[in-house]
């Protein structure tokens, strides 16, 4: 087990058989890219978004040959080798054709899934019909990474995959397959199911290649993948299986976006009301949370969760309206990214009392955009009449002003920081905030007057 393994696992836990089908889900809020997640741990040594950006990078030819293959060479596990092979002759590029080829290729049968009609999953039942569970996938990077020359494993075991629940134990048979292959000596692992894409809400495969899995380091890739054999953990020290379900949830936007876990290495946190969730952050993210209930997975109606980055950290402070089990979810994306913020991991907290107007301001994207940070008023309800004194951080800004029924107060500048009192009314009291002399103000935080 790697130094970083440990340390995580010190500071989580001195505190107080057959092949299934397993596939990632995704949820409907947030369009992810790809399998339910991993989970706590230090930022690696390289950072997995340098990994991704510098994989896809080197790959580039590989990968097209492998997109490019035709019709001809598809008809057999030694025709589709023979090509494939194509590609280089060097251990890592010909695991990289494979991978690629299947991961492009290869459908989820989110039907044989459901019904537990698997079909066949032998290598040659699954180039035919174009369509696995898990199973098939492993199986064909077997029988080709076989005919390419190169030594390739089937390791069967558990997975937080579709269905799972954070904190969740694992009691039953595995529920998932995925491959060891020996590159230049060394064992390195994958999955090519999870690689390939993901089921939506409606439970429908989509296809989105998820470079997470593709020779994932064997300390992150722990994290959401418990082989029955420890030994296929390549792990110092294998983790057991308590202290495998005990990690948090993480999804693979995690390592994407550089994360470290800070304050809760646990999964599941015991809190009364409130809980502040802390990470580390190696680049700037923009971030959101979102409290769901743990029963139906539903997010609660309100702002429950309020973010905040600065200075290589992520503060997250959530409430609770009534005591329960609740999962705080966390979405993010690298700064400047395309697309929406993307599901990130999630914690289950056990609420032992609730406080019904426990709400936070609504932080609009450019709040988090420029780098923001409130200190006062953290609560999102304000009582119409009252004054109240407002202090935030927003770097760059010429201008920043509460309004309140039309009524406006700007707020008095030192340094970075803009702090002054101001009258709430009923309805929305809004925080603006000016970054151009030539442009409008931009709307940062929103609060509600009653």
């Given at each position: ?20 089908a ?15 997640t ?24 590989v ?32 695991a990289r054709a ?46 080709l ?6 030594e ?29 292959v ?10 090519p ?94 971030m ?7 029963a ?135 925080v603006?905030a ?17």
């Amino acid at each position: 087990m790697t130094r970083r393994l440990l340390a995580l696992l010190a500071a989580a836990l001195l505190a107080p058989a057959g092949l299934a089908a397993q596939k990632p889900t995704e949820k409907p809020a947030q369009p992810v890219a790809a399998a339910d997640t991993a989970v706590a741990m230090p930022t690696p040594a390289v950072a997995p978004t340098a990994q991704a950006a510098s994989s896809a990078a080197r790959f580039r030819a590989v990968d097209a040959t492998a997109d490019a293959t035709p019709e001809s060479a598809e008809q057999s596990v030694a025709a589709l080798a023979a090509y494939l092979a194509r590609a280089g002759g060097d251990d890592l590029t010909r695991a990289r054709a494979f991978f690629r080829w299947i991961a492009g290729n290869i459908d989820y049968d989110a039907t044989g899934f459901r019904t537990g009609n698997h079909g066949d999953q032998s290598a040659d039942g699954v180039l035919r019909s174009r369509s696995s569970v898990c199973e098939g996938y492993a199986r064909l990077t077997e029988a080709l990474g076989a005919a390419m020359g190169l030594e390739v494993r089937v390791v069967s075991g558990w997975s937080k995959g579709y269905g799972y629940t954070t904190g969740q134990r694992f009691d039953g048979p595995t529920n998932h397959a995925w491959n060891a292959v020996r590159i230049d000596g060394r064992w390195r692992l994958m999955d090519p199911t999870w690689g390939a894409g993901y089921l939506d809400q409606q439970g429908r495969f989509v296809r989105r290649i998820q470079e997470h899995y593709f020779l994932t380091a064997p300390d992150a890739f722990v994290f959401d993948h418990l082989p029955q054999d420890p030994q296929w953990q390549l792990l110092d020290r294998p983790v057991t299986a308590e202290e495998y379900v005990d990690l948090a949830f993480l999804r693979p936007m995690f390592f994407t976006a550089g994360f470290r876990i800070g304050s809760h290495p646990r999964a599941r946190i015991a809190a009364t009301d409130r809980v502040a969730i802390t990470l580390g952050t190696t680049q700037p993210v923009q971030m959101s949370a979102r409290v769901l209930d743990a029963a139906t997975d539903r997010p609660l109606e309100g702002e429950f969760g309020f973010v905040q980055v600065a200075g290589g950290e992520a503060q997250i402070q959530v409430a609770f309206p009534r005591p329960g089990d609740y999962l705080v979810r966390i979405f993010a994306k690298p700064q400047g990214a395309e697309g929406p913020l993307s599901w990130v991991m999630d914690y289950r907290v056990t609420a032992s009392r609730g406080t019904p107007d426990a709400a936070f301001p609504m932080a609009f994207t450019g709040f988090g955009a420029r780098g923001a940070w409130l200190f006062e008023p953290l609560g999102g309800l304000l009582q119409a009449g009252q004054s109240y004194h407002f202090r935030l951080r927003a770097p760059g800004a010429l201008d920043v002003a509460v309004v309140a029924n039309g009524q406006w107060t700007h707020l008095t500048r030192a340094g970075e920081e803009w702090a002054g009192d101001a009258t709430a009314a009923a309805g929305n009291v809004v925080v603006f905030a000016k970054y151009d002399p030539t442009s409008n103000f931009t709307g940062l935080l929103r609060y509600t007057g009653r």
